[in-house]
């Protein structure tokens, strides 16, 4: 067992990787897809096809529409039959491109073999420039763009580069299943990262409950063709993938309040960006393919599966193809049981970060009438942010927001550990993710404010001058 962890908080829920043994299944194409331009971090991505147009897989349709922005590519060839918005799981109107699917032809120029290429370019731009192109985003959860993330600002020198195969979401299985599939692709896209980063050593995270995982990437890395590339096990502990509790584990460096991981020489990447990344660059493959996990305390072992997914397919095609939504689901949810979203909209479609369909019975979801705040503190204990969540909950409730500030609601990382953790079943998820909202959206109204002041003082001084 890894004693190799976070220092502050965490919590110890079962895994319940109840569908880890299954291998990945490719899912067949649907009749038509809908694939939204907002499935990265940052401004959606401007449509440049026209309803009629034929499309092929892997061709743009969206171009990014800011530097914090990504492409979007068809996942299917088809004719387009409309855009416009259409709601996403949260039941938000969100621009989306419906095509319907006619055959499956590719792209010009993408190497659809199984081949493993293992020569590495060795310009630096060229990778970039592919990883942008192929529309790359992070696949932990955020969906950062991970060119803009393989790029330091000025002054900044990555001194690791950490992938994380944590996948420490209770029931999550996609990360596992590339890591034992995809093993080698997922090591050269670490290469082609640390050749990027300026050779900086990459360490390969791998939480311990999934010891097949460390032996088959240790077995890759054996060959001795890719140095710099270690994997360290670690403590099965949530929130053991979370980016800040990474970088401690690893590197025992802490990222301050309002800082970034490169601040302290880390970048960290998902081991399912890596795979993309690797597909962007030695297959010129663009991100229109990702893993998740159906999976749930209400299905039995038959209807468990690891899924090979075409972005833009409906999660109620999935959910059908899979044998239907079981009796017994009082929730079903995108993402893990302790950070996923519940999916208020069954027909919306998947993106590139989806990872799962989780169904969770009522016995699981927690759901209990929420008691008083009885002032034990085991959702401090917990936080691995060091915050109060009870004094959160507290000063948001009083609308108090330089008291949210002053606790630090903005370093909120929304890992549910004080919601886990809470014997009155107070939702205090739910309250630190508003006092999270609000206290950000103070903070950032705050510093424009301060800019607007300088840039007019600044303005006044050089009229002095002229005068
Ligand atoms: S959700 Fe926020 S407040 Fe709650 S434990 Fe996680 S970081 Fe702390
Ligand atoms: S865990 Fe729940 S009951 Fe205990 S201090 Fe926190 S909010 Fe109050």
């Known amino acids: 067992m890894s004693k190799v962890t976070f220092s502050i908080g965490g919590v110890h829920p079962a895994d319940a990787k109840i569908a880890r043994a299954h291998a990945t299944e490719v899912l067949p194409l649907p009749p038509t897809v809908w694939i939204s331009m907002a499935q990265h971090l940052g401004a959606p991505a401007t449509p440049v096809v026209a309803v009629g147009d034929k499309v092929k897989a892997g061709q743009v349709i969206g171009e990014p529409a800011g530097f914090i922005s990504a492409f979007v590519h068809s996942s299917v060839s088809g004719t387009v039959k409309s855009i416009g918005p259409r709601k996403d799981i949260a039941g938000n109107p969100v621009n989306h491109i419906e095509i319907e699917v006619e055959g499956d032809e590719w792209a010009e120029g993408i ?4 081949d493993i290429v293992r020569e590495i370019p060795s310009d630096r731009q060229f990778i970039l420039d592919r990883i942008k192109a192929n529309g790359v985003v992070g696949l932990g959860g955020a969906t950062f763009p991970t060119h803009v993330k393989l790029s330091p600002p000025p002054g900044k020198v990555a001194e690791c580069l950490i992938l994380n195969g944590a996948e420490c979401e209770p029931y999550l299985t996609s990360d596992f299943r590339i890591l034992l599939e995809r093993t080698e692709e997922i090591v050269i896209g670490a290469a082609i990262m640390r050749r990027v980063l300026g050779d900086c050593p990459c360490v390969i995270g791998i939480e311990d409950n999934k010891p097949e995982a460390i032996a088959a990437v240790r077995e ?6 890719y140095e710099g590339i270690s994997v360290l096990p670690l403590k099965k502990m949530y929130p053991q993938g979370g980016e800040k509790q990474l970088i401690d584990a690893v590197m025992h460096r802490q990222v301050r309040s309002g800082g970034l991981p490169i601040d302290v020489g880390a970048v960290v990447q998902n081991v399912a960006t890596s795979l993309a990344v690797y597909e962007a660059v030695q297959k010129n493959k663009p991100l229109v ?6 999976t749930g305390d209400c299905l039995d072992d038959a209807h468990l599966h690891n899924y090979l997914f075409r972005i833009g397919m409906p999660l109620s095609y999935i959910a059908q193809y899979a044998g239907g939504v079981p009796e017994g689901a009082a929730k079903i949810i995108s993402g893990g049981p302790m950070m996923g979203k519940a999916i208020a909209n069954l027909d919306a479609t ?14 699981a979801t927690r759901r209990h009438e929420a008691g008083y705040c009885i002032r034990c503190g085991r959702c401090a204990d917990a936080c691995p942010m060091g915050l109060e969540p009870f004094l959160l909950n507290r000063l948001y409730k009083a609308d108090d927001l330089d008291g949210l500030i002053a606790a630090s609601a903005q370093d909120c990382i929304e890992c549910g550990c004080c919601l886990y953790s809470c014997p009155a079943y107070i939702p205090l998820l739910d309250f630190v993710r508003q006092a999270k909202g609000r206290a950000m959206g103070e903070l950032r109204a705050r510093a424009a404010a301060a800019k607007a002041a300088a840039e007019a003082a600044k303005a006044s001084s050089s009229d002095n001058d002229k005068k």
Request: zero cysteines; glycine letters at 6%; a neutral charge.
């Open 220 to 225: 890759v890395l054996a060959s001795g063709s």
């Open 350 to 363: 998947t993106v590139k970060g989806s990872s799962s369909l989780l169904y969770l019975s009522e016995k």
């Open 289 to 294: 393919t990702n893993v998740l996990t159906v």
């Open 111 to 114: 190497d659809l073999s199984t």
